[in-house]
């Protein structure tokens, strides 16, 4: 079974630095790959995704996040945080027949500092 | 063009109560799903359902139960509640390119 690991429960940034969240996943073989944001007393929003080709993903709201097979990981990143990016941060693996029913990382809450 | 929708919004229960979570889409997806969202633990799959008539088990099915008579609703039934299922509750459809669309949520609080 695969397995999502987001090492950082709270991370917090200044308004206008760069932003890494990480994202190490467990499976045998390669994995479908989604980042989701939630705001708080919200549903989740999908930022990206990643199921195969190019290794660099672009998403939604400037995100994007590179998969990198020898590290199992899937990190998000943004050159440039807002405010508005204040929220939490859901990694989340699908695998193989099963790809629909995804495994979630426990989320990384960002919070955004003027 | 809705999307997804929960009701109801809020629930209050006794313990050994029953009752259903509603979930409607309106995209005409065929695989829809629900999840549970525990503090510091991320979403958790109770139940899927690859199409109408077919439904499986996630990672916690115990104590609810799911049926799925049309592409549109996906109710989840629990069936004697419990303090440990308080929790909010979301419900998902899935889209080509196996995108998941996600419902508002369900929070459910057990006395």
């Known amino acids: 079974a695969q397995s999502v690991t987001q090492p950082d429960i709270h991370i917090t940034v200044s308004e206008g630095a760069s932003l890494e969240l990480r994202c190490n996943y467990s499976?045998?073989?390669?994995?479908?790959l989604f980042w989701y944001v939630q705001s708080p007393g919200q549903g989740l929003q999908l930022l990206l995704k990643?199921?195969?080709?190019?290794?660099l993903v672009q998403g939604i709201k400037g995100f994007e996040a590179e998969f990198k097979r020898s590290q199992s990981s899937f990190n998000l990143r943004k050159p440039s945080v807002h405010w508005s990016d204040a929220a939490e941060y859901f990694c989340?693996?699908?695998?193989?027949?099963?790809?629909?029913?995804?495994?979630f990382g426990s989320g990384t809450r960002l919070q955004v500092q003027p | 063009n809705a999307g997804v929708t929960q009701t109801p919004k809020f629930q209050v229960l006794k313990t050994g109560q029953s009752m259903t979570l509603q979930c409607a889409q309106d995209m005409n997806h065929e695989y829809m799903s629900w999840y549970r969202q525990d503090p510091g633990m991320g979403l958790r799959l109770i139940h899927y359902s690859v199409g109408a008539g077919i439904t499986d088990q996630g990672e916690v099915p115990n104590g609810y139960n799911v049926s799925r008579s049309t592409t549109e609703d996906f109710p989840l039934r629990l069936l004697s509640a419990a303090p440990s299922q308080t929790s909010v509750y979301f419900c998902?459809?899935?889209?080509?390119?196996?995108?998941?669309?996600f419902g508002p949520g369900t929070r459910l609080t057990v006395l």
């Open positions: 990643y199921f195969s080709g190019d290794t």
């Open positions: 998902a459809s899935t889209g080509s390119a196996d995108t998941q669309y």
């Open positions: 989340a693996v699908g695998a193989g027949t099963g790809r629909r029913a995804l495994t």
């Open positions: 499976y045998g073989a390669t994995p479908y």
